[in-house]
């Protein structure tokens, strides 16, 4: 080797070892404890998070043995306490400067993540969430509740046809009940329902019985996702990936806009006669003309992402725990079949029944429909964190996972207890030092999810239809489905399949 090289070669490796000891010992989060490998570099947490992908779990040991804030990297702090919620995510108050969104985190070209109402700055933030909140109104909900019973009636008739089939009965509870994969079924059911709202085009899925490309494409997009954040964070692989996403083989495959560009210019076409997103957000707004081929893409990309994938992780997380709690199980599905007629299976019903409800939350704090942790940075000046001051620009966050199985936050956090979250549960003992407003599984601040409403109506329809047509049982090879290695996630969650036997209730 010359001795130019060999300059070169020494000179790169004493300047990362001067980077290594200002991170370690000269750096403003040095006194903030966390692993001495995380505070050199972003290598070992993208390691967990997108090679290993089982980040999610492993925030919560990196709490269990550094306390409530953990330096996660070399700018980065963990939190895991409902005061870290409302410091990083709440509501600007005086006094209190509101934490941006982390440009890295949300630099992902071709997804939803990017040029978006999600990754906007806050006063266009503020003008799409106005032009947006007529989707999801009480006059929207209303309106769509018709769409979203023909779906839930579908996955019956569905679901009906295979138990009556397999059980060699009519379908009336005659028969043995045959045994479907109920993760596919319902990601079937909320695709078809959140196509048809957000682009006037169910895809399918039901019918044919087989997940449709595009819902196969954004499950296995997550890795890629999170590899290309962490291109953003290296000053040559931001480069590498700005040149390679600028090709179109990429671009396109990236993006999946040609899928979604054809569905919403066909939904353009078809007018406001039906109550779908789209409708209820043009017939709201004067400005139809701002509504672009772009813009119109992106919302459609984006309330398709938004609704599916996460409502059928939630679906799939409450079916599980059901069937495996057999306290919860049984009261329920007393609640449920106390409807007398299918036809009252209504939103204004189903809104009633408390445990329903309290169902679908616990099953979102056992698993949260995002494991990632959804990043903000230091304001201008820096900013006041659960007592602790961050530099500006350091990224915070708080992630929901490790955050709802903590001791401090939540007793016996591993058991799947829907009681907790009944108002009767301020006078039981076990519930008493729950920290509920740790959980936010809708976002929290001005930036929390419009859809909630929509989100808790339809998969209260779903449930409701699925335990009053039918006797569900575990498959005995699935009762560890909730603890397989397999169950891991990036972005969105990759579940396994999970065999449930079906035995349609006699009328």
């Not at 006194?31 to 967990?48: C, D, E, I, N, Q």
């Not at 934490?99 to 985190?105: Q, S, T």
């Not at 006059?139 to 046809?161: F, G, H, N, S, T």
């Not at 900013?383 to 007793?411: I, K, R």
């Amino acid at each position: 080797m010359s001795s130019t090289w060999l300059l070169v070669v020494c000179a790169f490796v004493a300047y990362r070892l001067s980077i290594i000891l200002y991170n370690l010992f000269a750096h403003p989060l040095s006194k903030v404890p966390g692993p001495r490998h995380y505070a050199v570099s972003w290598l070992p947490k993208f390691y967990r998070q997108v090679y290993r992908a089982d980040y999610w779990k492993h925030a919560k040991t990196l709490h269990e043995r550094y306390g409530p804030v953990v330096r996660v990297g070399p700018d980065e702090l963990s939190f895991c306490s409902s005061r870290a919620l409302d410091d990083i995510y709440g509501v600007k108050t005086r006094g209190r400067a509101e934490f941006p969104k982390d440009a890295v985190f949300y630099d992902v070209r071709g997804t939803p993540l990017n040029d978006s109402m999600i990754s906007a700055d806050q006063p266009t933030h503020r003008m799409l969430r106005k032009q947006v909140a007529p989707a999801f109104s009480e006059k929207a909900m209303k309106a769509q509740e018709p769409i979203i019973r023909r779906y839930a009636d579908m996955l019956v008739a569905e679901l009906r046809d295979r138990a009556a089939a397999a059980g060699h009965g009519d379908g009336d509870g005659d028969g043995d009940g045959g045994v479907v994969d109920i993760v596919d079924w319902v990601t079937f059911a909320t695709a078809d329902v959140m196509a048809d709202l957000s682009t006037g085009e169910s895809l399918y899925c039901m019918e044919r019985g087989e997940m449709d490309p595009f819902v196969d494409m954004i499950l296995h997009v997550s890795p890629f996702i999170g590899l290309l954040q962490l291109f953003n964070r290296l000053p040559l692989t931001r480069l590498l990936y700005r040149l390679a996403s600028s090709q179109k083989g990429l671009k396109t495959w990236l993006e999946t806009v040609d899928i979604v560009a054809q569905k919403a210019e066909k939904r353009e076409r078809m007018g406001n006669d039906r109550p779908d997103f789209m409708a209820m957000i043009w017939a709201e707004n004067d400005d139809r003309e701002s509504w672009t081929r772009d813009k119109i893409i992106n919302f459609a990309q984006l309330l398709f992402f938004a609704g599916s994938e996460t409502s059928a992780t939630t679906l799939s997380v409450v079916v599980f725990h059901l069937l495996t709690n057999p306290h919860a199980y049984k009261r329920l599905v007393e609640e449920i079949r106390s409807v007398r007629h299918d036809d009252d299976i209504t939103f204004a019903r189903l809104a009633t029944m408390e445990y329903l409800t309290a169902c679908i939350d616990e099953g979102m704090r056992m698993r949260p429909v995002v494991a990632a942790v959804i990043p903000r940075v230091g304001p201008p000046g820096g900013g006041m964190v659960d007592g602790l001051f961050v530099p500006e620009g350091t990224t915070v966050g708080v992630p929901q996972w490790a955050t709802h199985h903590m001791d401090a936050n939540f007793a016996e956090h591993n058991s799947y207890l829907p009681e907790r979250w009944l108002k009767s549960s301020a006078d039981d003992p076990r519930f008493a030092a729950d920290d509920k407003a740790s959980f936010q599984p809708f976002a929290k601040g001005p930036r929390n999810c419009l859809g909630k409403g929509f989100a808790y109506g339809m998969m209260r329809m779903f449930l409701a239809k699925l335990f009053w047509h039918f006797d569900l049982d575990l498959e005995p090879e699935d009762r560890d489905w909730d603890a397989r290695p397999d169950f891991s996630s990036v972005v969105f969650w990759a579940k396994p399949k999970m065999h449930v036997r079906l035995t349609p209730v006699k009328s």
